[in-house]
T-cell receptor, first 112, second 107 residues
């Protein structure tokens, strides 16, 4: 079965510092991958999705970027964090054989 | 762009009462998915509906997809404290999520 790995679980970063969050997928190949951000007590905001290596679609103009250097690796980055970047970042994936998205455990980012 | 609206935002029930959350899309959906997120956790996929008028059941949970494939509902019969969490619907190619309904169950 498909498993999504994310780390770290929590992260505290100062304003203006860079960010790199990594997501890896196990148990499937050629998945569609997604990055979401969730503010406290709110819904999921789709940030980026990818249908393959090097293919990234951005849904919301912002201070973040994403890359997919390998089939089962999806990276979320920022050159300079803003206070508004705080939130719960979730990576999710789907594959042709599975219905629905499988989510990783998420990273709680606090920008101070 | 496509929007998925979900109501209510919050629902407080007494244990044993029923609960329903509704999902409406601005456009026709190829499918609708439902997820549950426990407090402090990540969303977990519950089910997908693809056919017009489809009804599926999982124990005390009943999921419906509207005839026009623009709305859906999740109904929980006789809620239990383990049902606490936020229920999200999501649909479309990009899997756009609704804002969720947060369920509180009082024992």
């Amino acid at each position: 079965s498909q498993t999504i790995h994310q780390w770290p679980a929590t992260l505290v970063q100062p304003v203006g510092s860079p960010l790199s969050l990594e997501c890896t997928v196990e148990g499937t190949s050629n998945p569609n991958l997604y990055w979401y951000r969730q503010a406290a007590g709110r819904g999921l905001q789709l940030l980026f999705y990818s249908v393959g290596i090097g293919q990234i679609s951005s849904e919301v103009p912002q201070n973040l970027s994403a890359s997919r250097p390998q089939d089962r690796q999806f990276i979320l980055s920022s050159k300079k964090l803003l206070l508004s970047d705080s939130g719960f970042y979730l990576c999710a994936g789907t594959s042709g054989r599975a219905y629905g998205q499988y989510f990783g455990p998420g990273t709680r980012l606090t920008v101070t | 762009g496509q929007q998925v609206m979900q109501i209510p935002q919050y629902q407080h029930v007494q244990e044993g009462e029923d609960f329903t959350t509704y999902c409406n899309s601005s456009t026709t959906l190829s499918n609708i998915q439902w997820y549950k997120q426990r407090p402090g956790g990540h969303p977990v996929f519950l089910i997908q509906l693809v056919k017009s008028g489809e009804v599926k059941k999982q124990k005390r949970l009943t999921f419906q997809f509207g005839e026009a494939k623009k709305n859906s509902s999740l109904h929980i019969t006789a809620t239990q404290t383990t049902d606490v969490g936020t229920y999200f619907c999501a649909g479309g190619f990009k899997t756009i999520f609704g804002a969720g309904t947060r369920l509180f169950v009082k024992a």
